[in-house]
T-cell receptor, first 117, second 113 residues
């Protein structure tokens, strides 16, 4: 079965420091990977995706993610954290079963990022 | 460019009742997916609609049903509500022809008493 693991329930980092939110995946076939962010009482906002190409993917709000096929990981990173980055972050993988275009997203359990001033 | 919109934002129902949630996709999108997000959990896929037909379904009972209209908007219906149906219901839209991201609406928070 396709799955995503986010091993940390919470990540704490001081403002200005680099941050990493970890994600590992298990999928048959080519992995299509996504990161979303959720602020309190809000829906999910798309940050970035990996479909193919460069292993370092750049996304919104200064975030980037590194795809590592050998380690089956897709960690989210940011060089300098902001207090406003504090939110819930979800990694997701597209389930390759089913016809192209009709593939659901399988989400991890989420990691809460807390950036302290 | 309007994003995904959902209505209502909040809803309170009692056990056994029925509820209808509504979603309008992002402009230009033709596929709508519905997810349930229980408190403290990641979203779980319910089903997906394209060309007014259900194309894929997750592990949800048939109390959960949906519909897509010719203008691509969609409804999620839940019958015989249970306490465990209390959750944030998220609608996401995408283009069937692309392998891009799904874009989510703000969600409808359903509380079943």
């Amino acid at each position: 079965a396709q799955s995503v693991a986010q091993p940390e329930d919470q990540v704490n980092v001081a403002e200005g420091n680099p941050l990493t939110v970890k994600c590992t995946y298990s999928v048959s076939g080519n992995p299509y990977l996504f990161w979303y962010v959720q602020y309190p009482n809000r829906g999910l906002q798309f940050l970035l995706k990996y479909i193919t190409g460069d292993n370092l993917v750049k996304g919104s709000y200064g975030f980037e993610a590194e795809f590592n096929k050998s380690q089956t990981s897709f960690h989210l990173k940011k060089p300098s954290a902001l207090v406003s980055d504090s939110a819930l972050y979800f990694c997701a993988v597209r389930d390759p079963r089913g016809a192209t275009g009709f593939q659901k997203l399988v989400f991890g359990t989420g990691t809460r990022l807390l950036v302290s001033p | 460019d309007a994003g995904v919109t959902q209505s209502p934002t909040h809803l309170i129902k009692t056990r056994g009742q029925q509820v209808t949630l509504r979603c309008s996709p992002k402009s230009g999108h033709d596929t709508v997916s519905w997810y349930q997000q229980a408190l403290g959990q990641g979203p779980q896929f319910i089903f997906q609609y394209y060309e007014e037909e259900e194309r894929q379904r997750g592990n949800f009972p048939d109390r959960f049903s949906g519909h897509q209209f010719p203008n691509y908007s969609s409804e999620l219906n839940v019958n015989a509500l249970l306490l465990g149906d209390s959750a944030l219901y998220l609608c996401a839209s995408s283009l069937v022809s692309e392998l891009g991201a799904q874009y989510f609406g703000p969600g409808t928070r359903l509380l079943v008493l």
